[in-house]
């Protein structure tokens, strides 16, 4: 294998962890933000329909505050009112309008957001929208040396662009009504059905391709064996061409140095940054599309595969990858461009996937304690930079860089997405590159050993370790919807299910030395010959 490939598996794969399972946070509590009696409400996105003289408008979305009355779920229930601008525009003191049976539009600043809900609902509003200064939401919430509110309306913060659109409105004359509702979340979306079977249907291509060149590399040794055995028995088998056995040293230095990438993804992330991952991105994608296109191509059109020519820099290049190159880097090229449209994600997807299966038929995992102590180490990562990352940097440093936060762009390239369909907040599930790269080394390895111990499907670990990995991310996308979106560490949920499944397996079947240390079944060399 040469330099240049090795140094692209590396790559790929110091890329393949940062991200885990996401759905969007539509509720979440937050332990900084004080409680108290009258004070404890849970924060929740809020849409706000809109109408200009009977006519719909614009739907923006707000943040519901930690006191008041929680919002409607349903839209049908939800009533549409109409808007009236605050005077004073603080609503600080006593309104100079009648409000009975609005919602009223207040300007954020001058004094507690308890007294401006308490203003306006001594006033007979309806409910309250706080316009903020800046183009982020904030969270309204209670002063811890104030008395237990009595707030019996509605209150959400807009950003400054929406409410400044209402506000213009208003004063040109319009009439604006407004609709305030916080629907929930479906239990269960299309868009996780289909995640679902692409990580499953990735894990099974690449698993199937790495067993199919791993036999034909056996048999091809086998055939040298015994036609010259006097030549070649002092050569020891190295496996297949073009093949990288990790060890346990770079499992664990593997998930080491993507800790401090992740770090350096989280502090340096911003527009720029997220545009070189996108370059890196292209390019991975490009070598991992075309080695797939020319796998699947070489069947029909053999000759052009076993035909060479010699490419500057790129040594001999067969004829067929020289027909196939252009067509993959046209192909991430117009992707890039138009990454921002609302198909991209198919692009995306492709070349993922395409990047997944290249790597799991490069990259291999020599036995079962290799990927154990992979597994385990992904494992603690995973659950680390989730949750426990978030009392080091007040937020969990996994689900910011995942979604590109502080970038302006949805996030990294770095995953697999789909468009959540039935979901009336929309936006993507996702899914990590190493939520299914790390798992499937370690099934493609079990095909491999069964395989190679002529193991049936149902006496062998490949079905048994698939059907642990769909179990725990079915179990992922159940934890994901039930906890309203927030970001779930995959791993979390699927390295208990696939790693313990294989290693009760192998106990209960007597196979687990030969599967820890050789990663191979006891066989006789081809060229002994027994004698009766």
Not at 127 to 142: D, R, S
Not at 264 to 287: A, D, H, N, Q, T
Not at 293 to 309: D, H, P, Q, T, Y
Not at 319 to 332: D, E, G, R, W
Request: hydrophobic share 45%.
């Amino acid at each position: 294998m040469d330099r240049r490939r090795e140094l692209w598996v590396g790559l790929l794969l110091f890329f393949a962890v940062p991200c885990s399972v996401l759905g969007g946070d539509i509720a979440h509590d937050d332990d900084l933000a004080p409680k108290q009696p009258g004070c404890e409400n849970v924060f929740v996105l809020v849409k706000v329909q809109t109408w200009i003289d009977d006519k719909p408008g614009s739907e923006y979305v707000g943040v519901g505050a930690r006191f008041g009355t929680l919002m409607e779920s349903k839209e049908k229930h939800a009533n549409r009112t109409n808007l009236t601008l605050a005077e004073p525009s603080d609503f600080c003191s006593e309104p100079k309008n009648k409000l009975t049976g609005n919602v009223v539009l207040v300007h954020r600043g001058n004094c507690k957001f308890t007294r401006k809900a308490s203003v306006a609902q001594q006033a007979g509003a309806e409910a309250m929208l706080v316009i903020n200064y800046h183009k982020e939401l904030y969270k309204m919430v209670c002063d811890k040396t104030e008395p237990n509110p009595n707030i019996s309306i509605p209150a959400v913060m807009l950003p400054q662009d929406a409410g400044g659109n209402l506000e213009k409105s208003i004063r040109s004359g319009a009439k604006v009504a407004v609709q305030l509702y916080s629907p929930e979340r479906p239990l269960v979306d299309t868009a996780e059905v289909f995640l679902w079977l692409m990580a499953v249907g990735t894990i099974l291509c690449a698993s199937y391709w790495s067993a199919w060149t791993s036999r034909e590399a056996a048999l091809e040794y086998e055939k040298l064996l015994k036609d010259a055995p006097d030549d070649v028995l002092n050569v020891e088998e190295t496996g297949s061409s073009g093949v990288v056995d990790i060890n346990t040293t770079s499992a664990v230095l593997f998930v080491v140095i993507a800790s401090c990438f992740l770090i350096l993804l989280y502090k340096l992330m911003s527009f720029w940054f997220v545009e070189l991952l996108v370059v890196l991105f292209c390019i991975g994608g490009v070598e991992g599309l075309q080695t797939c296109l020319v796998a699947l191509l070489s069947r029909w059109f053999k000759r052009a595969g076993e035909s060479f020519i010699k490419v500057p820099f790129f040594g001999a290049v067969s004829y067929l990858t020289m027909a196939v190159t252009p067509f993959c880097i046209a192909f991430a090229v117009v992707w890039a461009v138009y990454r921002r449209i609302s198909f991209a994600w198919i692009g995306q997807d492709i070349l993922g996937i395409a990047l997944i299966i290249t790597v799991l038929q490069i990259v291999r995992v020599p036995n079962l304690k290799v990927g154990t102590v992979l597994l385990s180490c992904a494992f603690l990562y995973d659950i680390f930079w989730v949750f426990v990352s978030k009392k080091w940097f007040h937020e969990s440093v996994m689900i910011v860089v995942a979604r590109g936060d502080r970038s302006g762009e949805d996030g990294i390239p770095m995953l697999l997405k789909i468009p959540r369909m039935f979901d009336p907040w929309g936006g993507y599930s996702i899914i990590g590159f190493g939520d299914i790269l790390l798992p499937g080394l370690v099934i493609a390895f079990a095909l491999r050993y069964d395989w190679a111990a002529r193991k049936s499907l149902r006496a062998g670990y490949f079905l048994w370790a698939m059907t642990a990995y769909g179990t725990g991310l079915l179990i992922t996308y159940v934890a994901l919807n039930l906890m309203d979106g927030h970001g779930q560490p995959a791993l979390l949920y699927i390295v208990p299910f696939t790693l313990g499944t294989f290693l009760a397996l192998g106990k209960k079947r007597g196979d687990l030395r030969n599967l820890w240390t050789k990663g191979e079944p006891d066989r006789v060399c081809p060229h002994v010959r027994l004698t009766q």
